[in-house]
């Protein structure tokens, strides 16, 4: 049976990134975006707002601009797959920890603060075999980007 493990969320990030690099020398970036859901209540009639917190990661090239681009604060669109990870802690005990394994991320809002650009960038994790075919109009992907950044 088909399935489909697939998240888009868009939202503030909650702190600035923080990059890490692997013995292979790959990045790391991780970062914490907050996404709002406004409702009224029945019962009061009053609006409430409810925050939920995503952990997400980047890696690769896409961890290097993000870690390099994203800041506390930024509205950003992340697209990617859920990641749930097992791991034990210091006093023996198994916890559980979700993520989501960014795969395209767009920089929203205006210009990022010292920077130039209007804001709407958007970058791509490339497998391999996709390096080689060109960038649509709407992602750049980063097999194809050299080592500067577009803007």
Known sequence: MASVNKVIIVGNV??????????????VTNISVATSDRYKDKQTG?????????????????????GQYLKKGS???????????????????EKYSTEIVAETMQMLGGKPVG?????????SRSKPAEQSAPASSSAASLGAMDDDIPF
């Open 14 to 27: 909650g702190r600035d990134p923080e990059t890490r690099y692997m013995p292979s020398g790959d990045a």
């Open 46 to 66: 009053e609006m409430k707002e409810t925050t939920e917190w995503h952990r997400v990661a980047f890696f690769g090239k896409l961890a290097e601009i993000a």
């Open 75 to 93: 509205q950003v669109y992340v697209e990617g797959r859920l990641r749930t990870r097992k791991w034990t802690d210091a006093s023996g005990q």
């Open 115 to 123: 920077g130039s650009g209007d804001g709407g960038e958007s970058y």
